[in-house]
């Protein structure tokens, strides 16, 4: 079945789709995530000698029920605002994290499972880049399969498969997704590259990073100090978020990451910041 998407075709090139190949798929895996998968395995697929090389991003979440693709692979968010470097749950790139395949291949393919009033129903979703203002999917049919969905993308000459070399992609991997899995850490969510499990430890240093609950007026805070054991960009920040992991708020801390040695963030949780509106980062307005 062909759908069109509600968007001018320049609005693709004025609405920040990332140009990173790296970061393309860290958006991959920030969608999976937002799907509440509690396993996100990314693979490569064939080798460089082969003709059906491709980079493959798997997930156990709830799938894309087929009536929402009207509002999520139908619709278009073109606003270039930056919300934060901090992602999951920030809706900073909603309905524009799916065309970072542009970043280094001509299409994506999409394989879902999705749960209809108890029954799981299975369909394909294609996007090209020679028609970006539209989109194919097969008919949903029935399937016992568990539900989760997989995106890959092509990969079509040695430049764009260098960036996946173990080493380098692990270390973007960490610095992106670290911070995630440390505050979910009880529900022992699992980012897998390449065959092994991600550890944020390596990244995050656990004896100095601490979480804390605090009551105000009567509304439960959960503050949490993560310091990673090197510099990273998200450094010297606080982010404060709803109960749902979206993000709202961010604010510099007292450090100034120029000239202290101490690599931190504080992320401060609360349904007290569910009615706040997303802010950019260079307003920074008093949150209280």
């Known amino acids: 079945m062909n759908w069109s998407v509600n968007v001018k075709e320049n609005s693709f090139d004025l609405a920040g789709i990332t140009k990173d190949r790296a970061e393309a798929i860290c958006e991959y895996i920030q969608n999976s995530f937002e799907a509440d998968a509690t396993i996100v395995t990314v693979e490569q697929i ?3 000698l082969s003709d059906a090389m491709a980079i493959r991003i798997s997930d156990n979440g709830t799938g ?5 693709l009207p509002d999520t692979f139908g619709a278009f ?5 930056a919300v934060t470097s901090i992602k999951i749950r920030s809706q900073a790139n ?3 994290g799916r065309f970072s395949y542009l970043a280094f291949t001509s299409c994506a393919n999409w394989e879902t499972v999705f749960n209809d009033e108890g029954t799981h129903r299975k369909y394909t979703i294609h996007l090209d880049s020679a028609t970006r203002t539209g989109f194919e999917t097969s008919e949903p049919i029935v399937c016992d399969e568990p539900l989760g969905t997989s995106v890959t993308l092509p990969v079509y000459n040695n430049e764009d498969s260098d960036i996946f070399v173990y080493s380098s992609m692990k270390a973007k991997l960490l610095e992106e997704f670290a911070w995630f899995l440390y505050l979910n850490r009880e529900k022992s969510l699992t980012l897998k590259y390449c065959g092994s499990d991600l550890n944020y430890s390596e990244y995050i240093d656990n004896e100095l990073s601490s979480e804390t609950k605090v009551v105000i007026d009567s509304k439960q805070f959960t503050v949490s100090v993560i310091v990673w054991k ?4 998200n450094s010297s ?3 404060f978020m709803d109960n749902a992991g ?3 708020q961010c604010l510099n801390t007292s450090y100034n990451r120029n000239t202290a040695d101490f690599y931190h963030a504080v992320f401060v949780q609360s349904t007290y910041f569910s009615k706040i509106q997303i802010a950019s980062l260079d307003d920074e307005p008093p949150l209280f």
């Open 46 to 48: 064939g080798t460089e």
């Open 64 to 68: 894309i029920p087929y009536s929402t």
């Open 77 to 81: 968010l073109s606003s270039t605002k």
């Open 94 to 96: 909603k309905g524009k």
């Open 230 to 233: 090197s510099k990273v960009a």
């Open 237 to 239: 920040k606080i982010y």
């Open 246 to 248: 979206s993000l709202k």
